[in-house]
């Protein structure tokens, strides 16, 4: 490709609110361009990077037994109203009617599609199992979209959809995708993490997300430092470590308290003790029966919602509770007691930290008094006790090993089981099994979002002068550089070898500019990439100069000897 | 690949509002499934069809100079406006608006998205030419989608657009890609017309389709009995023969008529005279500002509407009159004179053919009066002449030395003309020339449906027992099917060949189903069309049967000698 003809040249200075190094440097070298926000053309040259991870990705699939397939983009409501997932607020879900009154969905994702295409089909446990999957684009009516390629409204996905007798079936494929993902990523050139994480917007049990380790990323989760240990934020556990069990149990007592003792804070410096030996309650509302949940828990630690609602079964239904509800139990915020309400339907929760406290401070505080010496399971216990916390780095590792260390991630992929999630909602998603009955099916689904995966490659893989691309998915090979090509003899040298290069295979992006000097041609190769450069002027004489992208070392040789590395004979 | 786990197979029946041979066969062997009306799945079969036209396109794109590149799905609407195509009837326009109150159309042609994008560079004339095109979904709201593949509301098209300094650049361009489509169509095994044709709604002076002959085509056209002719039927030229040279000019009278004669037929009857030696007078009134067109022409022959608006530069805005219309120039259907109303702001047209006829009866009927011997140029002139009549079988070839055959197809692509509609419509659709101006650039623009190719390659090759892949684009190269695999010496024998084709880099569907009778499998593969057969059966002993899916020829050959023909060495 010759580059005065390229459509989609460098330009030098990013754009004001562009904040994210992957974002800026795919602008500036011509890889992409907005047209609204978080909807992206990509230009020639991402094109081209795009393809090559969609081959690299199809490769994999298709290795994996998986069979491509496609669905249309606009979804009959029909299906999503089926699910109950058109009233879902976990993808911001876009419609759209025909002239005629048919109703649309532009989904996120296509779950519903898929099992309606099976569903046609009189399937036995013969045809079972098979995995289909499709390059489809996906729609997100994020309120904000910024980031570039990482956070956008509009995207082509890779999602796969599996269907299986049974659940040991499924978890055959369920380990084939994490297997064939882990080989796509390492071919595309990323180093990444496997994350289990919560699965809760797509109704199975458990999921895995692929995260490539970023400042910018917006998954977080938790390693132990000796590895033997990995979970997201929204599903992290942790040792608890028991605070003070040389200490004696005390009587409980109710004590005065000064009045400015109010918060957690001035418990702290009233007491001078540590946070961990507080009693703090935490209150939700379900958002469809009203229904007022108080979590009491350790002072130190936060409430994970969705451990919570995963231990209550009310997965994405419960709010924080707002001051109105807190005064609906007879309570105000900050004076919320761990025990007592007997007149209101509440459901009180013990967050497993109660244990590992002697002689808790609080739980029954009210204006100037509160309750000391106050012993989980003596003088109060809950039904319901489980581990609601969040992860803290620091923490000790499930196994006691080994200390948690937090990392921030940029989710490319991920794998998720469904069960009969699916299957049970929407009608006649049956097999006929072996004996002759009538079955619903087991599935998993697995996406890779195309877009991030090509911005995160550039979001790890960048110096201060431009992108530095892995081989595999770089948009050419080769960059040759023609300088002096009003010399019209290093013009036609430079000719020859644009030739040459192309005849033995290699993809080549030609600086054929003229009147367009060095200094201009080396900032564009560098901002570009691409791993190989090839440097024809009036200096290098009959050889050509040879150097990668990563490097410093410029080498000078024949146009032989250049061909033959890059050839890698 | 196993059939035995393909997802989506054969059924034995169509469903019973299948009309086309296409729908029926894509439906019957596994490779489309309807989701809604005129939105489709593609299964795994279908699927590596389509991908393989994908290739072919894309190869011969790439190989023209063309750039692969892409856009969003979601159109901003202000986009639409800008050139106001969003009021055009011309595509049906659904359009969608996200949570913010953005408005966005999905579109059924992408010219504004790809003007929006290029302008956003600052383009000298050293950049172009260049020519982008996408794979991309296109949407069109029609009120009826029916005929599987070949008529849809949801499709990916092949676009590309070509930028130019000018209309001289990119005539070679239009040159370049009617050859690129050419190779396209022949590789994907198409035997093709390239038909002149009307370009109304895209704003261009001419364009051409790509049309391959079949009754079930939308497309009429006219070609030559020599050849040397071809053309749509919206712009189909031909020589108007003089119908009574000979006839000496009478002068002009009123004469008495009886008060049946009322139509044209009447007049035939009457008069005992051909209806090409009558007047014909047709009314159209401009849809925006309520102006009346009267058209006369030689009574045997059609108004063609695309002619009229093109010579009245009204193109898209002629309705036909009503007989409200008629009655407010102070006429009535029936009795339109070839002249008068003054008092109206009525404009005539003549069409050519006025000039063929002496003599000619009507142009003033009254209720039992008419003219006779009415010449056009001494009895009455309208100021504006052309030719703005259908061509029919029959007539003579514009050139006058051979005739006009009527052909019906599908259109399978188009390239069009598009000068600087776009660009002088759109704000900054400039480039800076070598002369330091900025002008606005001269594009074209070119079309593959390629869901429509894939069907129209069904339509036009396929037997009563199924479809019949060209090798290039069969979803398979090889159907190999194993018969009586109950007894494992064959079972192992299949499995084998099977292995060995696939280490061959030969596709290979395999029939490994157990329990389904020969007949059956043999019905399967004649209906799924895979180019080559091979059998293994307890009749085949150590060889294999091989046959092509068009021929009866079976062979008994060693798998050596098979491997050999199938490998073409």
Redo the contacts between chains.
């Keep these: 490709?010759r580059y005065?003809?390229?459509?989609?040249?460098t330009v030098r200075e990013p754009l004001k609110d562009m904040t994210q190094d992957s974002h800026k440097l795919l602008y500036q070298a011509g890889y992409i361009?907005e047209?609204?926000a978080g909807?992206?053309?990509?230009?020639?040259l991402?094109?081209?990077v795009?393809?090559k991870i969609v081959k690299i990705v199809e490769e994999e699939m298709d290795k994996s037994?998986a069979?491509?397939?496609?669905?249309?983009?606009?979804?009959?409501i029909e299906l999503w109203e089926e699910t109950n997932r058109d009233k879902s607020g976990g993808y911001?879900l876009?419609?759209?009617?025909?002239?005629?009154g048919?109703k649309?969905a532009?989904g996120g994702t296509a779950e519903e599609?898929f099992v309606?295409?099976?569903r046609?089909?009189q399937l036995t446990y013969?045809?079972?199992?098979?995995n289909?999957y499709q390059m489809g684009?996906k729609?997100r009516?994020e309120?904000r979209a910024r980031g570039g390629l990482l956070r956008v409204?509009?995207f082509i996905m890779k999602d796969a959809y599996s269907f299986h007798t049974d659940d040991q079936d499924f978890k055959k494929e369920y380990e084939n995708m994490r297997d064939t993902y882990s080989k796509i990523y390492t071919r595309v050139g990323l180093k990444f993490d496997i994350v289990p994480a919560d699965n809760g917007y797509f109704g199975g049990e458990y999921c895995h997300e692929f995260v490539v380790e970023s400042e910018v990323g917006e998954s977080k989760y938790f390693v132990s430092e000796d590895g033997s240990y990995i979970g997201h934020e929204d599903v992290a556990e942790f040792k608890l470590e028991e605070v003070n069990p040389e200490e004696e149990l005390k009587p409980m007592e109710i004590v005065e308290q000064p009045e400015w003792v109010k918060t957690m804070e001035d418990n702290i410096k009233n007491y001078k003790l540590p946070a961990e030996r507080f009693l703090k309650n935490v209150v939700y509302k379900n958002r469809v029966d009203g229904k007022i949940y108080i979590v009491t828990i350790r002072g130190d630690l936060q409430v994970n919602k969705n451990k919570l609602e995963k231990l209550l079964n009310l997965v994405g239904l419960l709010d924080d509770a707002t001051a109105e509800d807190i005064n609906s139990i007879g309570s105000k915020p900050g004076w919320v007691h761990s025990w007592g309400y007997e007149n209101f339907d509440v459901t009180f929760i013990a967050d497993n930290s109660l244990k590992t406290v002697n002689n808790f401070i609080g739980g029954q505080k009210e204006e100037t008094t509160d309750s000391i010496n106050v012993n989980y399971g003596r003088d109060f216990k809950h039904e319901i006790e489980g581990d609601v916390a969040h992860a803290q780095s620091g923490f000790l590792s499930p196994d006691g090993k080994s200390k948690l260390i937090e990392k921030k991630g940029i989710e490319v992929g991920n794998i998720f089981q469904l069960g009969q999630h699916y299957s049970k909602k929407m009608q006649d998603a049956v097999f006929v099994d072996s004996d002759g009955k009538s079955k619903e099916f087991f599935m998993g689904c697995y996406g890779i979002g195309l877009g991030r995966t090509l911005a995160t490659i550039v979001e790890v893989s960048h110096d201060e002068k431009g992108i530095i691309w892995p081989e595999s998915v770089a948009p050419y090979q080769v960059h040759l550089l023609g300088l002096n090509l009003e010399d019209s003899d290093i013009k036609t040298k430079a000719e020859d070898i644009y030739k040459t290069l192309i005849e033995k295979g290699i993809e080549v992006l030609f600086d054929d500019?003229e009147g367009v000097n060095p200094g201009s041609k080396f900032a564009d190769a560098d901002l570009i990439g691409i791993p190989w450069r090839i440097v024809i002027s009036k200096r290098t004489g009959d050889g050509v100069e040879l150097k990668r992208r990563e490097s410093d070392q410029n080498q000078t040789l024949s146009i032989e000897n250049a061909l033959s590395q890059l050839l890698g004979e």
């Design positions: 490709m005065s003809k390229l459509f989609g040249k361009r047209s609204t909807r992206y053309y990509l230009l020639p991402g094109q081209r795009f393809d037994g069979q491509k397939m496609s669905a249309p983009v606009l979804h009959p911001e876009m419609t759209v009617e025909d002239r005629r048919a649309f532009l599609m309606d295409v099976v046609r089909f013969k045809d079972m199992p098979f289909v684009y729609f009516d309120l409204r509009e500019r």
